[in-house]
């Protein structure tokens, strides 16, 4: 049966090739390899590493990944250590890490990004405006925004400032069946309707692919202090 479901996709990682060229699917071993684990070290075996050119590519994979049966693990950078990122069943592995515009509205204090940006050029580029994009992971020098909105995730300024969830004013993306979608709306007031955008937020890839976002950017904070103290024992410092 293993062995059956493997001849398929293969079979439908060749459809694939044919619609979006071999610069896009790619079959090699070293890309195989690379896109078979996350930082969970957990491995699995893809049949196909995808390296979408552009956003609708997206939509094209999962149309065939539906029809075919195929199953996708979407990654941003692979810095998770759930082993989300692992492609669990096989099939086809689609890399984001191209998808990667950053556009800073300067007017608006909104981030206009694709999935596949580096967090820290994402905080770079407000910076450079006179803007601040607050949530940190550790890992935002590797991780992906489309990673750390699929993860909810937050770092140091959490505390302070609140976590990715707090800054994201819309998303655009594709649905696991392959229709395009849009949540929320480039506007600092949102209210009408029901907010599916924060049902994608933390959803950990299951509830389809974001492909892009608008992030909100604060003004940056006239001081930073870091304070260092001790404390004789944890009651102490509370
Ligand atoms: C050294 C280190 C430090 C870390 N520090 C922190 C920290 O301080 N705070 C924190 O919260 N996390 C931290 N993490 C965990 C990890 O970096 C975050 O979870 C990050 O958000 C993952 O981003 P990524 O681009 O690597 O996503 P990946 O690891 O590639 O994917 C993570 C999940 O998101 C899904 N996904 C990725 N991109 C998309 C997309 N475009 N659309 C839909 N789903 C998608 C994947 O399918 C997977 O389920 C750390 C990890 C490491 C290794």
New binding site residues.
């Given amino acids: 049966m293993w062995w059956d479901s493997m001849k398929s996709f293969a079979a439908s990682t060749a459809l694939l090739k044919r619609k979006l060229g071999a610069a896009v699917v790619r079959t090699d071993a070293d890309s195989l390899h690379a896109a078979a684990f996350?930082?969970s070290k957990i491995l699995f075996a893809p049949v196909a590493v995808i390296q979408p050119a552009k956003e609708a590519d997206i939509g094209v994979v999962l149309e065939l990944a539906n029809k075919h049966g195929v199953p996708v693990?979407?990654?941003?950078?692979?810095?998770?250590?759930t082993g989300?990122?692992a492609p669990l069943r096989g099939g086809w592995v689609l890399d984001?890490l191209g998808l990667n515009t950053i556009a800073i509205d300067e007017d608006a204090g909104m981030a206009h990004v694709q999935?596949g940006a580096k967090v820290g050029d994402i905080q770079r580029a407000a910076e450079a405006k006179g803007w601040f994009y607050p949530p940190d992971?550790?890992?935002k020098e590797?991780?992906?925004i489309?990673?750390?909105i699929?993860?909810n995730?937050?770092?140091m300024h959490g505390g302070k400032y609140g976590v990715t969830r707090d800054f994201i004013v819309a998303l655009r993306?594709f649905l696991p069946t392959g229709e395009y979608v849009e949540w929320g709306t480039a506007t600092k007031k949102f209210s009408a309707g029901f907010n599916m955008r924060d049902l994608r937020i933390g959803s950990?890839?299951m509830l389809g692919?974001?492909t892009g976002a608008v992030l909100k950017l604060i003004p940056q904070p006239a001081e930073r202090w870091t304070l260092l103290t001790s404390f004789p024992d944890e009651t102490k410092a509370l």
Avoid at 73 to 81: E, K, M, N, V, Y
């Fill in positions: 996350d930082s693990t979407t990654r941003g950078r692979g810095t998770t250590l989300a990122a984001m999935a992971p550790s890992s590797y991780c992906t489309g990673g750390n699929a993860c995730a937050g770092g993306g950990e890839g692919v974001v």
